[in-house]
């Protein structure tokens, strides 16, 4: 009797779809992950184009977080399925439709720049727009091959087991990312971590290579206007009349992980240097929204103004190692002075964006040290 060899019954058709499936597999398995690490951080990514579509997206800002965890467990989801090979004629159409939908909107994306990069591998891997959008090309091609071979693919687990393994996948993604959002995220891929130099990731190197910018000018002539190079502009000409001068990115050049750090007080004095030399901890609160804050965790937040003071045996030099940093405006810094007086002496000034990134928490806290980050933690998990 003839023996059948298990190598021949590996098609051409079916090594495509497996080849598919599991890179795609992969790549939703990797990009679900590390969202689920930093929930936080993609809810402010979608916030950003939210904020950044304006009208009618603006209203969909409470969404934000729903929005953020619903990608993040159809990501996971996805990429388990494909890589389990559960009900993979129905995933590879959904992975179709996902790509359908994104592969338009990065490129859209990338021809308006409404934001930096698109978040869709966290911070972990930090991809441009552009680069997002050939990610995509390639991914929705790897969708389409899998679609066509669907059918090539075989049910390894039984109808029960392909259920348990999907609430399975559901439940412990829920229960990781709700431990990440009441705590801090467990891998910390941002400037910010603890151990981190501030100083020196704020420097520029001697070599780094400027933003390269296009200038033109526009004169006007006769009611007529004209656009010159910086070469053959009207200079000296009085027959022309200036109108304005137009400058475009052509090329981004070198950006340290740490540009846009700046700490003012209430009288606009730039506290960055003293709080990034002083010699002894530094104690910085981070409130990005007053208005969004934590209001349980605001005795905590005294308790830790006290302690500073205490541990330092000088009440002279208090506000000099605790501070309290927001984002928000001069109107809800007064509210909350009013509501909180023990702390107004205490509040300074900063990026929002910035103080996002500082730490995943509203409430939260960082400690410094010589420019070091000694500490970071979450009010919530502080007694």
């Not at 004169?219 to 010159?228: I, L």
Request: proline fraction near 5%.
């Amino acid at each position: 009797m003839k023996r059948n060899n298990p190598a021949s019954r590996l098609s051409p058709s079916r090594l495509v779809a497996s080849i598919s499936r599991t890179l795609l597999g992969l790549v939703f398995v990797f990009s679900g992950a590390v969202k689920a690490i930093d929930p936080l951080g993609t809810v402010y990514k979608i916030e950003d184009y939210l904020k950044a579509f304006g009208g009618f997206f603006t209203e969909l800002l409470p969404l934000a977080e729903v929005a953020a965890w619903g990608l993040i467990i159809l990501e996971l989801l996805l990429g388990v399925c494909m890589l389990l090979n559960i009900r993979t004629q129905w995933t590879s159409w959904l992975a179709l439709l996902f790509y359908l939908v994104m592969t338009p909107l990065t490129l859209y994306i990338a021809l308006t720049n409404p934001v930096s990069d698109c978040g869709c591998f966290g911070d972990a891997v930090v991809l441009t727009n552009w680069q997002t959008f050939w990610k995509n090309v390639v991914l929705i091609l790897l969708a389409i091959l899998l679609v066509a071979c669907r059918k090539h693919t075989r049910q390894l687990w039984s109808n029960w087991m392909e259920l348990v393994l999907v609430v399975l996948t559901i439940v412990v993604a829920v229960a990781f990312m709700t431990w990440t959002r009441l705590h801090l995220p467990i891998k910390d891929f941002r400037p910010y971590k603890i151990g981190n130099h501030l100083p020196t990731l704020m420097e520029y190197p001697e070599d780094a290579e400027p933003d390269q910018y296009d200038i033109s000018f526009v004169y006007a002539k006769d009611g007529v206007e004209q656009t010159f190079t910086l070469e053959n502009y009207p200079k000296g000409d009085s027959t022309w009349t200036f109108v304005r001068q137009d400058s475009r990115l052509i090329k981004k050049g070198y950006e340290p992980p740490i540009h846009d750090l700046e700490i003012l007080n209430a009288d606009y004095e730039d506290l960055t240097w003293d709080i990034l030399e002083s010699e002894e901890p530094v104690t910085l609160v981070v409130m990005y929204d007053l208005a969004k804050a934590d209001k349980s965790q605001i005795a905590k937040v005294e308790a830790l103004a006290n302690n500073v003071e205490l541990s330092l045996n000088d009440s002279e030099l208090s506000l000099n190692h605790f501070y309290i940093l927001t984002g928000s405006g001069t109107d809800e810094i007064i509210n909350f002075s009013l509501e909180y007086p023990a702390l107004s002496d205490y509040i300074c000034t900063c990026d929002p964006v910035t103080l996002k990134t500082i730490v995943r928490a509203n409430p939260g806290a960082i400690v410094l040290q010589n420019g070091i980050v000694i500490d970071k933690y979450n009010l919530r998990n502080r007694d």
